[in-house]
Structures are given as C-alpha cells and as structure tokens.
C-alpha cells in the first residue's frame, strides 16, 4: 500500500516538473501618434492622421521554450500586427509577423513556418532610425523590392563564433511547375565590441527570365553616446529597368533618457527615377517600457520619381501618377511594450 501511494504521488509531481521546464510569455507593442501628412500631389492638400505603429508596429505574440535536455531546446513564436487606430489586424494574416517552431541547441537555431529573411537581419541592424520612423530601411521592402518574411520557410541562425554567425533560409514557392517561385537567401554578420558588419543575399526563382535578385550591405558602430549605422540595400527582379537601389546614411545621439535620430537616405530606380530624404526624430523615455516620440521625414523625387517613405506602420508616398511631387510627414506618438 506505501509502495503504490509514493507513485501515485510520484506520478502526481510529473506535470510540476514538465511545466518547470517549459516557459510561455505574452508580450506586445502599443504604438500610436497624432500626423500631418502632405503628398504635394497636385490639388492635394495636407491631412491630419492617427496612425498605428510609427515607432514600432504594434502587436501581440507568444512566444514559449521547453528545455529537452543536453543543451537542446524546443521553441515556438506567433506574432500578430495590431493597427490601433482601427483595432484590426494591421495586414492579412492574423500571425503574419512571425509563425514559427523550431529547435535550438549548441548548432544554432532552426525554424519553420514564417520567419525573417536573412537580409532583413542586416536591413535592421543597420538602420539609422531604429527601423521604425518615416524614412527606415523599411522602405526597400515590398512588391518590386526587397523581400522581408519568408512565407513556407526553413530557416538557421548559428551561434556567434569569435564574432561572426551565419543566416540561411529556404522558402518554397510550392508550385508543381515551372518557374517554382522558391527562394534560398543567406547572411554573414560580424558583431564585436562596437563593431557591425552585415552582408545578404536573397535569390528569387522568378516568373520570366533570369531570377529575381536582392542585396544588402550595413555597417555600424557606436563610440560614446553616438551611434553611427549605414545600410545599401538592392533588388534586381526580372525584367527591364526594375532595379531598385535604397541607401541611407545617419545615427542615434543619446543623452540620458533622450535620443535624437537623424538620417539621409536615396532611392533610385533603374529608369532613371530618383528620390532624395532626410529623417529627424526625438524620443524622451518615460520608463523602462514606455516613451513618448516625435519625427519628421521629408523627400524629395525628380521628374521621374514618385517614391515614398515607410514606417514601422506602413508606407506614406505619392499618388502614382505625381511624378516629381515631394512628400513630407511629421508626427508626434507614445509607445508602450509589455
């Protein structure tokens, strides 16, 4: 009878234990702000927005670890857009952000589902602006450009190894013929001490002639309160005179709980389209989670150039048919993550 009595309780403790080794975190972003926004466009004045993510998109998402042991641990990530300002779902998807399981061990970190494309790595880690205010890096993503999340993906990330980790990824198109619409990309990194150095690639199977292709190059580094980032990001699809060309030049000074974000940034098309800005933006931290922000981004495009500027909450431009107008938006927001 004692002998049946300790393993019931020993059976009892099991879920205590597992549940130990497991861990599930609820986190988030609320990002909202108060802008005026002028596309310069003919018979177009400027407009007064409340926009939903300027800063950093807003969301929600889980993301959880089980530990296997020996080092080896199971891991899962869905992350969902939230657009504040109308309370749904910030693009299609609920978790189009991110929607991934994976392992992780002393190889590195493997994941399937939707995940980050190996140059959107280095896109954000050498964005002048944080990868958020009008005028990020952001803008050299979407359709004729670069490519940011991997739909149908298998990704790795090594471990940093005296400095240095490698990206790689495959996205299957899932097409039975011709051309697959598969994508393979991959990413080198350097991270030491106040050095960044980043280079990526992306290969698309494209629809008509040769594939679609995508590059990024960045740079950083940070002396004192001053931290200077550099990004050239490139994509070259099928067809003619669709090469597109991002760079951009600029830094973050911090002074106590004050940043100021500065940045220049040009945008070229192969037809000659040309479009050149500058980014500023001011953020005062209120806590460890919240902080209040204003920015300001304007750009201006030749007579061929209609391009606009990309935040964390989406992309501001021209009607299509403005050429040559000159976009400008300033906003003042608070953002909160938990």
Not at 266 to 289: C, M, P, V
């Amino acid at each position: 009878m004692k002998k049946t009595s300790l393993a019931l309780a020993l059976l009892t403790l099991l879920p205590l234990a597992a549940h130990a080794q497991t861990s599930v975190t609820i986190y988030g972003i609320a990002d909202a702000s108060v802008g005026i926004e002028d596309t310069d466009a003919p018979g177009e004045g400027h407009r007064t927005v409340i926009s939903s993510g300027t800063q950093s998109t807003s969301r929600i998402g889980f993301r959880g670890t089980e530990d296997l042991g020996n080092g080896l641990k199971a891991l899962f990530n869905i992350e969902a857009g939230v657009a504040l300002d109308s309370g749904a779902q910030d693009a299609a998807g609920t978790f189009q952000r991110r929607a991934v399981v994976g392992l992780q061990g002393s190889f590195g970190t493997i994941t399937i589902g939707r995940e980050y494309g190996p140059i959107a790595a280095v896109a954000q880690a050498a964005d002048p602006l944080g990868h958020g205010f009008y005028g990020s890096t952001l803008t050299s993503f979407g359709t004729g450009r670069l490519t940011r999340r991997l739909s149908n993906s298998v990704n790795y990330k090594s471990e940093s190894y005296a400095g240095f980790n490698v990206l790689a990824a495959y996205s299957a198109g899932e097409r039975n013929v011709d051309p697959s619409n598969d994508l393979m990309g991959a990413a080198v990194e350097y991270k030491k001490g106040a050095l960044y150095l980043g280079a990526g690639y992306q290969e698309t199977d494209a629809q008509l002639g040769p594939n679609n292709k995508e590059y990024a190059f960045g740079a950083g580094y940070t002396f004192g309160a001053f931290d200077l980032r550099a990004a050239y990001l490139e994509a070259d699809p099928s067809g003619v005179n669709n090469e597109y060309k991002y760079t951009t030049v600029g830094g973050v000074f911090t002074t106590g709980p004050n940043k100021f974000y500065a940045s220049v940034h040009q945008q070229k098309l192969e037809t000659g389209a040309k479009g050149n800005g500058f980014s500023l933006a001011y953020s005062y931290t209120l806590s460890k989670r919240t902080n209040l922000y204003s920015s300001y981004a304007k750009l201006r495009n030749n007579g061929r150039g209609v391009f606009g500027v990309a935040s964390a909450g989406g992309t501001f431009a021209p009607p299509t048919t403005a050429l040559g107008a000159d976009p400008s938006v300033f906003n003042v927001g608070v953002r909160h993550s938990f």
